[in-house]
């Protein structure tokens, strides 16, 4: 037995000492002489993306005020379908998320009368969305290259939540939340737009339904966000 | 909803009433008082004629000025007018493009856009295993250039042409003493600005210039040809930039205008702009360009790329034009090819890179010498070596130099897509300093076996020595390359059934070539 792993041994040893060691060893593959079927600009393409959107208030709501630039995020993947060099079509299935922070003054009426430390609204979304692309630099090899891209998105909100903090005595903070908000709209829709360059884009998002329930009509949260993202491929 | 469809229509309005880039092919020129005597530099003059290209050339008389004035008066703006291709780039809406196309002294028009030149310089963070010193002696010695030096050849009276993104502190640097203090940097322009100075922006056309012509504080030279004449164009606007292929096509009607003789730019086309199989030497505008330049006389030395790694693989335009000198890289201290260099061949199927160079090297940045990774530098390193080799060879028509410096390659007659014919080698051309070694190679028919051996020279220890192989089709396309590490005689054994009919096997081993023809 002993001689037989020592003859297996040496013929291991000798197999990697003999062994010639390529140091480079290429099989060349034909050139693919047609678009690519997957890529930036191939038939299809699938990228994740993240983003991140700021709210912009449209209107001065004393009694509902949120401050401007109240932030959120948004992560998610797009699948493009190309017809031509100039046009393609798309969806998303994206989630998003959406702050809305209160200003606290005296004027405030909604969600409460109170004045709290900080007071904001938290909207998580998952949704989908239908796009149209236009590219407008026609002539590019695989790659994303300047584009617009319009369309609409419909969401659902599991997550409504309303958060407050509140200073109690010895200068603690007391974190409150309140979940399943019964005066917001579980499903919201709209509009988005994005311009790019390869992976970089700008988008807005302008939301066409109303998301806080009657009689808070008047509270009605801002409409427009505008963002910035990456396509990550 | 006001905001948001006046942030849409803002957006619509920007992208669809951008101007688009064009270029204008214009059907006649206006010989009447052309002079090429008055036209050209003598630099440029003497070339023509060692070239046996006619003085009267109707691609060399310049744009008609009426037609650019008209031009001018109905688009954004004219951008270059192009003599070679009797054409004018210039911006223009489609409403303008449409009326400019009505033109009786227009032949076509070509959409240009703007794509991404790729300044071939590498991610300098890779690993490796070799300290600083030694790379500046390195890079040269796997040229001989130590053979030239010796034969006191350092590039004289050869006119180079230097195409990048800046060239700050080339004013200035002790390196490029010797060049200023003798007035060798003849014309320099800007064409990204048009303006005269180009002493500034990004440092790589400093290093590139180091890498042809630069000497160190101690009189060592970081390149060959020491005493070459400069002319310095600046067409790109940065390392990467958005960058427009005819600021690259006016500059070579520049050089060519003020005689130069080589052309080295380090940059290229791939992605952004096309597809792999567009690398067929013929798609890319500025590869014609390049052509067009090599049928001037000028030899064109372009960087191969630095895709080897990246989706991309391939080289790119320039480089996929056949009259260009394209140059891989390998890592100096072993030979072989450099991991990011980028492969061959052109989509249809010729060879490239030509010729390869040391793919890290040692030269001044903006500042202070280091060391430099990137195809852009084995680029210089040859146009370097292509000077000198000018020098000894003054009468050599520009191509049959591109045809001379690819048969001086250390591995020619074999080649492959990752080297093209190997490492120029001064030698070459210098026939008296070649050496020739006595090591063999045996392609050997063992039962159902093909066995290639190979054997150093006398008391030459082959261990840690590359043997090259591949295997062409009958058409003349590899069908794989390898480089061995030899560790035995026996370098090579595969199964016959894995050759067809008409495949040729070659090996090169030391500087000894042997094939087998299926």
Excluded at chain 1, 24 to 32: G, H, I, K, R, S
Excluded at chain 1, 120 to 132: E, V
Excluded at chain 2, 286 to 295: D, E, H, P, T, V
């Amino acid at each position: 037995m002993k001689k037989i792993l020592f003859v297996v041994f040496c013929f291991s040893v000798a197999h990697f000492v003999l062994a010639q060691t390529p140091v480079l060893d290429v099989a060349v593959e034909p050139y693919n002489m047609g678009r690519p079927e997957n890529g930036p600009n191939g038939k299809r393409f699938v990228n994740s993306f993240i983003g991140m959107h700021f709210v912009l208030p449209t209107e001065t709501n004393d009694a509902a005020p949120v401050k401007p630039l109240s932030t959120g995020f948004r992560f998610g993947i797009m699948n493009k379908f190309r017809f031509n060099d100039f046009f393609s079509i798309g969806y998303l299935l994206d989630f998003n998320s959406y702050n809305f922070n209160y200003s606290q003054s005296a004027k405030k009426t909604f969600p409460d009368t109170l004045i709290h430390k900080t007071q904001n609204i938290g909207l998580a979304s998952i949704g989908t969305g239908l796009y149209f692309r236009f590219n407008f630099d026609v002539r590019r090899g695989d790659y994303l290259g300047h584009y617009l891209d319009l369309g609409a998105y419909a969401d659902w909100l599991p997550f409504r939540n309303l958060y407050y903090n509140d200073k109690i005595d010895f200068g603690q903070i007391q974190h409150s939340r309140i979940s399943r908000l019964n005066f917001v709209e579980k499903y919201q829709y709209g509009l988005f737009a994005a311009v790019g360059l390869n992976r970089f884009t700008i988008f807005g998002r302008y939301r066409i339904s109303d998301v806080i329930k009657s009689p808070y009509h008047s509270a009605e949260l801002p409409r427009l966000t505008i963002g910035v993202g990456l396509c990550l491929f | 909803m006001r905001i948001f469809i006046f942030g849409l229509v803002f957006f619509i309005v920007l992208f669809t009433s951008a101007q688009n880039k064009y270029w204008v092919f214009l059907n006649s020129k206006d010989t009447a008082g052309y002079n090429p005597k008055s036209f050209f530099d003598p630099k440029a003059i003497e070339r023509r004629i060692k070239n046996d290209i006619p003085l009267w050339d109707y691609t060399d008389i310049p744009v008609n000025s009426e037609f650019v004035n008209t031009l001018t008066g109905m688009s954004d703006s004219v951008l270059v007018a192009s003599r070679w291709f009797n054409a004018v780039c210039l911006l223009a809406s489609e409403y303008q493009i449409n009326e400019i196309s009505k033109l009786s002294f227009v032949s076509k028009i070509e959409q240009s856009q703007a794509g991404h030149f790729i300044i071939a310089e590498a991610d300098e963070n890779l690993e490796s295993d070799y300290s600083i010193s030694g790379f500046q002696n390195r890079q040269l010695e796997i040229m001989g250039a130590d053979l030239f030096a010796q034969a006191g050849i350092t590039g004289k009276g050869v006119r180079i042409a230097i195409f990048d993104g800046g060239f700050p502190n080339v004013d200035v640097l002790p390196c490029f003493k010797h060049i200023r203090d003798n007035n060798r940097i003849i014309k320099t322009w800007d064409f990204t600005r048009n303006k005269e100075n180009v002493y500034g922006f990004n440092s790589h056309g400093t290093t590139v210039m180091c890498c042809i012509a630069g000497i160190d504080t101690s009189g060592n030279p970081f390149g060959m040809a020491t005493d070459a004449e400069f002319l310095l164009a600046r067409t790109e606007i940065g390392a990467e930039p958005f960058s427009e292929e005819e600021n690259w096509v006016a500059a070579l009607e520049w050089a060519d205008k003020n005689g130069a003789d080589i052309i080295n730019s380090s940059l290229g086309y791939t992605f952004h702009r096309y597809f792999p199989y567009n690398m067929d030497g013929k798609t890319a505008f500025i590869s014609r360009g390049a052509n067009m330049a090599a049928s001037k006389g000028i030899l064109v030395v372009n960087a191969a790329g630095n895709e080897g790694t990246d989706k991309w693989y391939y080289i790119g335009a320039p480089a996929d034009a056949d009259s260009v000198l394209a140059v891989g890289g390998v890592d100096p201290y072993n030979t072989v090819h450099i991991s990011f260099s980028s492969y061959g061949p052109t989509a249809d199927g010729r060879l490239k890179p030509n010729v390869c160079a040391a793919g890290q090297a040692y030269a001044y940045g903006k500042i202070r010498p280091g060391v430099h990774y990137g195809t852009s530098f084995a680029s210089p390193l040859t146009a370097g070596f292509a000077a000198c080799a000018m020098q000894v060879r003054p009468n050599l028509k520009a191509y049959d130099m591109f045809l001379e410096i690819q048969k001086s390659g250390h591995l020619y007659p074999y080649y492959d897509y990752a080297h093209g014919y190997g490492i120029p080698q001064a030698s070459y051309f210098l026939p008296d300093k070649k050496k020739e070694s006595e090591s063999k190679i045996e392609i050997l028919m063992e039962d159902s076996d093909v066995v290639v051996n190979v054997s150093a020279e006398k008391g030459y220890n082959c261990v840690n020595d590359f043997c090259y192989v591949h295997c062409s089709n009958k058409d003349g396309l590899l069908a794989w390359y390898k480089v061995l590490r030899v560790s035995t005689n026996e370098v090579l054994r595969i199964k016959k059934s894995n050759f067809n009919q008409g495949d040729i096997l070659r090996v090169h081993f030391h500087d000894k070539f042997n094939s087998y023809q299926f």
